[in-house]
């Protein structure tokens, strides 16, 4: 008699046991993937969703028109007659254009901007020519001359941008220069680096927040990014260097050469004037590269509510190639046997989802707590069941 109710026990215990686990995961399942919880202002300020970001999408963007462009110039599809042109390839500065075609015999090509001389570009039979400096809100001319004479003429229209200095005349500080840069205004986050010529003509607008210094070398930009309030945390300025195009090529955390000086009043706002050639006379084809992130800096990735993602979650199929996961600290090796893979961690604990691109077969992370694993090839969502404690 004492056996059957120790049985019985047991038996009313496992149940209890087995309804309780359900219900746990049921809840990890609401909680993942229909999260009730709204994220106020309060306590995710705008700024800091902006900070948190804004220079991780732009550069997945970045990795995005990397692969279309390498594959333009791998094509055969575009010609000197009928070329490809993209006005402000990267997103950030509209005053730019980049333009790929491809001839059958070795030549140089003649860039004119408006009729005017603006490089001569080497020889070669893929040609990716970079131009800026192109005029703002205006309908350009653009006029390629080959070795031997051939040419054809092409119409670039740029967009309306801010070129109101509030009353400081470039001419009266730019001195033997060409061309003038002003960033600012630094007072606040919208420190917008804007390049004129000495008639105050606005040539080059680089529309990247959170800047605070800057030094130009070599035709590219050296700024200084400011990651503040980063998920509660103050983290160290970064220095970005970037090409007239917006192309960022490094991204690293020695901002010792970049310093505050040149500043000027302009009104009751400060910001950095800085004198500068652009130099265009001999140029070469534009080499896509990719960037490179130094001292292994912690990247943070492109946040979403996961119930943005809950569709693409929900419908996802398993991962069936090769697949390795293994958490190490604040790194995650996902390797598999694919290429452009972004790893989408979604928290069990919380409302939130996010996507890193997958460098090297290595994430890194300072995030904390329990995520399920997703993979994303192709703009295709997959399932790993992978569950990684961080």
């Given amino acids: 008699m004492t056996n059957k109710k120790h049985n019985h026990n047991s038996t009313n215990n496992a149940i209890l046991g087995i309804v309780c686990v359900v219900f746990v995961i049921a809840i990890v399942v609401v909680t993942v993937f229909f999260p009730q919880n709204e994220i106020t202002g309060a306590n995710y300020t705008q700024y800091a969703q902006v900070i948190n970001d804004r220079l991780n999408i732009l ?10 462009l390498r594959e333009i110039i791998q094509s055969d599809k575009y010609t000197f007659e009928e070329p490809y042109i993209k006005v402000d390839p990267y997103g950030i500065s509209p005053l730019s254009a980049i333009v790929i075609f491809k001839t059958k015999d070795i030549t ?15 020889s070669s039979r893929s040609h990716v020519i970079p131009v800026y400096g192109l005029f703002n809100n205006a309908k350009g001319y653009l006029r390629l001359v080959l070795g031997n004479g051939q040419s054809k003429e092409f119409t670039i229209t ?12 470039i001419m009266d500080h730019i001195g033997n220069s060409q061309n003038y840069f002003l960033l600012g205004s630094l007072n606040s986050g919208a420190s917008v680096l804007r390049g ?6 606005l040539v080059s607008y680089i529309d990247l927040y959170y800047i605070t210094g800057i030094k130009l070398r070599h035709d590219h930009f050296y700024v200084q990014y400011n990651q503040k309030n980063t998920y509660g945390t103050d983290l160290p300025n970064l220095k ?3 090409d007239y195009l917006g192309k960022i090529h490094n991204v690293s955390e020695d901002t010792s050469e970049i310093n505050g000086e040149n500043n000027v009043s302009i009104g009751d706002e400060q910001y950095i004037g800085y004198k500068y050639n652009l130099s265009k006379a001999q140029i070469d084809n534009y080499e896509i590269k990719d960037v490179v992130i130094e001292n292994n800096l912690v990247m943070h990735p492109s946040k979403t509510y996961t119930s943005m993602l809950s569709s693409s979650l929900n419908e996802a199929e398993k991962y069936n190639g090769e697949l390795t996961i293994i958490p190490n600290g604040n790194t995650i090796t996902v390797a598999t046997n694919r290429d452009n893979v972004k790893a989408i961690l979604v928290e069990v604990d919380g409302a939130n989802s996010y996507v890193f691109n ?5 994430i890194r992370t300072d995030l904390k707590g329990r995520f399920i694993v997703f993979l994303q090839i192709d703009s295709v969502v997959y399932s790993t069941d992978v569950l990684v404690v961080l």
């Fill in 158 to 169: 740029t967009t309306s941008l801010d070129n109101n200095t509030k009353g400081f005349k």
């Fill in 196 to 201: 004129f010529t000495s008639y105050g003509v």
């Fill in 240 to 242: 970005l260097e970037m």
């Fill in 59 to 68: 550069l997945n963007n970045q990795k995005d028109v990397d692969a279309e």
């Fill in 108 to 122: 140089p090509v003649k860039v004119y901007v408006n009729d005017e001389l603006y490089a001569e570009v080497e």
């Fill in 358 to 362: 997958v460098d090297n077969n290595i």
